[in-house]
């Protein structure tokens, strides 16, 4: 499974131009298609972008939920709120909508961040508030996630 790496600072015009920088541009071209989704994250105030690889993927598994259970309804509808589909375009900038601007607070100053299969978009100050817990914090929350998961790779 690929991976994004890295996490940049860049900028974002009045009119929602995100310009992605060149070694990021270069992953995206590595995941097979010029086309991706960008949605609301579920958790904090970002924007996730998924290639649409990844995100049929994962509406594969969200399709199997039964929809004639309302909670089940009520979290697809909520999770797939906003999504929009982007490019980038020849300058190598991704157009972000007016509503996922606002949704993540977005102002001129945006961290994008590697996350795994998928990348985040963050405001800048937003992002730095986020990150700033404290290394014991985070040592507890490394441990509570990885703590028991095996790195042996003959036990897969």
């Known amino acids: 499974m690929k991976n994004f790496i890295g996490t940049y600072e860049c900028k974002i015009d009045d009119k929602g131009r ?3 920088p060149s ?12 086309s991706f989704v960008v949605k609301r994250s579920v ?16 509406m594969e598994k969200i399709n199997k939920l039964n929809r004639f259970q309302k909670r ?6 909520q999770f797939t709120a906003g999504l929009k589909t982007v ?3 020849n300058a190598g900038r991704l157009q972000i909508s007016k509503d996922l601007t606002l949704f ?3 102002k001129k100053e945006i961290v994008i961040t590697s996350a795994g299969s998928l990348f985040e978009i963050w405001d800048k100050e937003a992002y ?16 509570e996630v990885m703590g028991d998961i095996s790195f ?5």
């Open 104 to 106: 993540a607070n977005l």
């Open 23 to 34: 070694s990021l541009v270069k992953q995206m071209e590595n995941f097979g298609g010029d």
């Open 18 to 20: 995100l310009k992605l």
């Open 87 to 89: 490019e980038p375009d």
């Open 128 to 143: 730095e508030a986020v990150i700033a817990t404290s290394e014991e914090d985070f040592a507890k929350l490394a441990e």
């Open 43 to 58: 958790f904090q105030s970002c924007l996730e972008v998924y290639p649409m690889s990844g995100w049929e993927k994962l």
């Open 72 to 77: 089940n309804a009520d979290f697809i509808r």
């Open 152 to 156: 042996d790779d003959q036990e897969e």
